[in-house]
């Protein structure tokens, strides 16, 4: 069974960091993108970053380059993203997914399309 369990969510102050993890178990992330997406109350769920563990090719969505990173750990069947100077329209909650079909651009851009496999979520807010 694929599973993908997010961690690292929290409350933040405006400007402050949090990283977000995101383990694989039940299967390899190797072959796999993997892609951040976020969902804020009222709103559709969207692409933040996502990354490709066969060829290292990331994306990041316009709102969130040079502040967020994404990075993958094969040996720990992990991917991480690193959010820095964090704006209070970051609050929202975070999910991590695979899929073996896609690549970074489709899978960040059509959040809609079919993954192999969803977290369920961590949630962060960024409030003074």
């Known amino acids: 069974q694929l599973q993908l369990v997010e961690s690292g969510g929290g409350l933040v102050q405006p400007g402050g960091s949090l990283r977000l993890s995101c383990a694989a178990s039940g299967f390899s992330l190797d072959g796999y993108a993997v892609g951040w997406f976020r969902q804020a109350p009222g709103k559709e769920r969207e692409g933040v970053s996502c990354?490709?563990?066969?060829?290292?090719?990331?994306y990041y969505a316009d709102s969130v380059k040079g502040r967020f990173t994404i990075s993958g750990d094969n040996a720990k069947n992990t991917v991480y993203l690193q959010m820095n100077s964090l704006k209070p329209e970051d609050t929202a909650v975070y999910y991590c997914a695979a899929s073996y079909t896609f690549g970074v651009q489709h899978m960040c851009n059509i959040p809609t399309s079919r993954m192999d496999s969803w977290g369920v979520g961590t949630l962060v807010t960024v409030s003074s």
């Open positions: 990354i490709s563990s066969s060829d290292g090719s990331t």
